[in-house]
């Protein structure tokens, strides 16, 4: 469900893009405006994740990089069925974690200093 959500917003924001464009620039700000707006939405489709991580500082951990962390993760992704994610480290004092991807098989883990 949350994917008709998703789809039903990115239409909508795109929808008024291009009415805004529309009232720039007419039938040219329109197909203008549209190709900004599909153009956006498979950027953030495919590179979000990585926005994310950069945003906070975020760094990809390499094998035997906090293994006790990876081996807990991998320990709970097996019992839900769910593949093994890459896991980034955030070297915050603020406790925090958080997930990313577009997809299981695309999935990020995120955790803080302060949460460790």
């Given at each position: 469900?949350?994917g008709v959500?998703?789809?039903f917003?990115?239409?909508l924001?795109?929808?008024?893009?291009?009415?805004?464009?529309?009232l720039?620039?007419g039938?040219t700000g329109m197909?203008?405006a549209?190709?900004?707006g599909?153009?956006?939405?498979?950027?953030?489709?495919w590179?979000?994740s990585s926005?994310?991580l950069k945003?906070?500082?975020a760094?990809?951990?390499?094998?035997?990089?906090?293994q006790w962390?990876?081996d807990?993760i991998?320990?709970?992704?097996?019992?839900?069925?769910?593949?093994?994610?890459k896991?980034a480290y955030?070297?915050s004092?603020?406790?925090?974690?958080?997930?990313?991807g577009?997809s299981?098989?695309?999935a990020?883990?995120?955790?803080?200093?302060g949460a460790?």
């Open positions: 469900m949350s959500r998703t789809v917003l990115l239409v924001l795109t929808m008024i893009l291009v009415w805004i464009g529309g720039v620039g039938k197909l203008v549209l190709a900004i599909v153009g956006l939405n498979v950027f953030n489709y590179f979000s926005i994310v945003m906070h500082g760094k990809l951990l390499e094998p035997g990089e906090l962390l990876q807990d991998r320990e709970m992704t097996e019992k839900a069925g769910m593949p093994m994610p896991v955030m070297a004092s603020a406790p925090n974690a958080f997930a990313t577009r299981p098989k695309h990020v883990v995120a955790i803080t200093q460790l």
